[in-house]
């Protein structure tokens, strides 16, 4: 609906409430970008990231997510969380084995939480940790910065379509039951055409990432990416090799077949 709007009057926004689950954002931008548009769209979350000078989970992982169409294979598209990481993210630590990043998760203390992802999840979970915010701890990083744009995108996700925020998001109600996130989303498109020209303007875009990944390089290194890029890359690989599936996530699936009594076997067992 963004989209329509913006091909017939330059710029088009809609706001979502009561929603359940958000997605990939990036699929959004770039359902945007493929159509000759500017995607911007963002979404508020479970809260389970602290403010600047806070410890305690008072908002999501809000992400903020921009696509632009370009004349390579891939558009742009930028989709990042505006905390340091993700619950997702330290889920996948867990499955791996990895120890938790210092400085991306905090206690509810003040302290940076180390050592085993799996326990840092179960604190998040209990509230007695949260996630950092772009820039780490405290002010000397930047971290007022990615609380500040976490805060734009609640804002944005709430103030328009008069959406739940904050701890109304947790899944529960005041007895505990487990209840609908009602979390809100926003989408914008900006038509390239109304401007330069979705030609032109995928030219210009083209030149300017062509700019920088051609740029000098870091000692130790021969490449510099620009978003998007090694998302196609992997995206091409895998339509050749298939998706790979780490043994834990084997093991959910298997137990979810288990579980429903279901007649099936996975490639893997062979």
């Known amino acids: 609906m963004a989209i329509e709007k913006a091909k017939k009057y330059g710029m088009g926004m809609v706001a979502v409430r009561n929603s359940c689950h958000y997605g990939i954002a990036g699929y959004y931008a770039s359902q945007a970008a493929k159509q000759g548009c500017i995607g911007i769209t963002g979404t508020n979350a479970r809260p389970s990231v602290a403010p600047t000078f806070g410890v305690e989970g008072m908002f999501g992982t809000n992400p903020l997510t921009v696509g632009i169409p370009t004349d390579e294979e891939f558009d742009f598209v930028i989709d990042c969380a505006t ?53 780490g701890i405290g002010e000397d990083l930047g971290g007022y910065k990615g609380y500040g744009y976490a805060m734009v995108i609640e804002l944005l996700s709430s103030i328009l379509q008069d959406g739940w925020y904050g701890k109304d998001l947790d899944g529960k109600d005041e007895n505990g039951n487990i209840r609908p996130y009602h979390l809100g989303h ?85």
């Open 186 to 270: 926003f989408f914008i498109a900006i038509d390239t055409n109304h401007f330069l020209g979705e030609e032109l303007a995928r030219k210009k875009a083209g030149d300017i990432l062509r700019a920088v990944r051609a740029s000098k390089k870091q000692p130790g290194h021969d490449r510099i990416y620009t978003a998007g890029e090694k998302e196609w890359e992997v995206y091409k690989q895998r339509l050749v090799d298939g998706v790979p599936i780490t043994g834990p996530v084997q093991k959910e699936f298997m137990a979810v077949r288990d579980q429903f009594n279901l007649d099936y076997k996975f490639p893997w067992e062979d």
């Open 83 to 135: 905390s340091i990481t993700q619950n997702g993210k330290i889920e996948y630590y867990e499955r791996i084995g990895e120890d938790i990043h210092p400085g991306t998760v905090i206690d509810i203390d003040g302290n940076a939480v180390e050592g085993d992802s799996g326990v840092a999840l179960k604190k998040i979970r209990q509230g007695t940790a949260a996630l950092t915010t772009l820039g």
